[in-house]
């Protein structure tokens, strides 16, 4: 099976920056990782996703040229750096990961892999 452990969130003011980190275990290929968010009375949605064979990446047109997904394979890790901060912005955020490599910028009925969250509050 597959773990996913988020960390990073916290308080930013608008304009600033946090890093988000999830660290990965047990299952050893996965083909598409994304960051989720949902805030409060709101749909889940994808933010940023990343196919693992080439590490393409894809945005939400919310937040493209803001946050930017990475991926360390050594460390077994995913990254979101969230620059130039909204309120918009809050929500609690979520790492999420499936094996199969097609359309990975898809709904989170998609993947099958989710963290426990972690809540970015932009005020």
């Known amino acids: 099976d597959v773990q996913l452990v988020e960390s990073g969130g916290g308080l930013a003011q608008p304009g600033g920056s946090l890093r988000l980190s999830c660290t990965i275990s047990g299952k050893t290929h996965l083909g598409c990782m994304a960051w989720f968010r949902q805030a409060p009375g709101k749909e889940r949605e994808g933010v940023a996703f990343?196919?693992?064979?080439?590490?393409?990446?894809d945005y939400a047109d919310s937040v493209k040229g803001r946050f930017t997904i990475s991926r360390d394979n050594a460390k077994r890790t995913l990254y979101l750096q969230m620059n130039s901060l909204k309120p918009e912005d809050t929500a609690m955020y979520y790492c999420?990961?499936?094996?199969?490599?097609?359309?990975?910028?898809?709904?989170?009925?998609?993947?099958?892999?989710w963290g426990q969250g972690t809540q970015v509050t932009v005020s």
């Open positions: 990343i196919y693992t064979r080439r590490d393409t990446t």
């Open positions: 999420a990961a499936r094996i199969s490599e097609m359309s990975c910028r898809s709904d989170e009925k998609d993947y099958n892999y």
